[in-house]
């Protein structure tokens, strides 16, 4: 079965700093991969996603991840962190095999300092 | 805009009565899920009905049902909700396996 890791329960940073959010899946063949944001009390929103191909894929609110297969690593970066970038973020793994179920990691929450 | 409404954002009920949550979406997706939300956890996946198929986790409790009677609502009927019961319960829709839509969710509390 999938399952994914997020290693930082939480981690704060200074508004304008850059970001980076760790990721890691255990799945044998190549999976899908998202990352979602939710805000308190919020439900989830896509902030990108990763099925095959290029290998560092751009989402939205300037955020990227890269898909390291070496590493079975899916972190999520961001060059400069808003304070609006305050939220807790989830790392998800799916497999067509397992029909259409997402596997979420734990989450991080992140603080953003000013 | 196309989307995933979940009513009511927050319901109270009393322990052991019947609750019924609801799910309703624009996006014409053809499948539907039900997640539950503790605090500070990730969601986790009670069922899913891809078109008219219901697909049902191993470990949901026999307390969750749901229903789907056409394309655009969902409902998740909790028989006799107990305090462990009281979490967010997240609605999400997908085309087949492209990303998962979610709604804004239902927080559940119990008397």
């Known amino acids: 079965a999938q399952s994914v890791t997020q290693p930082d329960i939480h981690i704060t940073v200074s508004e304008g700093a850059s970001l980076e959010l760790r990721c890691n899946y255990s799945y044998g063949a190549t999976p899908y991969l998202f990352w979602y944001v939710q805000s308190p009390g919020q439900g989830l929103q896509l902030l990108l996603k990763?099925?095959?191909?290029?290998?560092l894929v751009q989402g939205i609110k300037g955020f990227e991840a890269e898909f390291k297969r070496s590493q079975s690593s899916f972190n999520l970066r961001k060059p400069s962190v808003h304070w609006s970038d305050a939220a807790e973020y989830f790392c998800?793994?799916?497999?067509?095999?397992?029909?259409?179920?997402?596997?979420f990691g734990a989450g991080t929450i992140l603080r953003v300092k000013s | 805009d196309a989307m995933v409404i979940q009513n009511p954002r927050y319901q109270v009920t009393q322990f052991g009565k019947p609750v019924t949550l609801s799910c309703s979406q624009t996006l014409n997706h053809n499948v539907m899920y039900w997640y539950q939300q503790k605090s500070s956890q990730a969601p986790k996946l009670l069922f899913h009905y891809y078109d008219k198929d219901f697909n049902n986790e191993a470990d949901t409790p026999d307390n969750f049902q749901s229903r789907r009677p056409n394309t655009s609502f969902c409902f998740l009927d909790i028989r006799s909700p107990g305090l462990g019961d009281a979490a967010m319960y997240l609605c999400?829709?997908?085309?087949?396996?492209?990303?998962?839509?979610f709604g804004d969710g239902t927080r559940l509390s119990i008397l």
């Open positions: 998800a793994v799916g497999a067509t095999e397992y029909g259409n179920k997402l596997v």
């Open positions: 999400a829709t997908s085309q087949g396996f492209q990303p998962q839509h």
């Open positions: 990763y099925f095959s191909g290029d290998t």
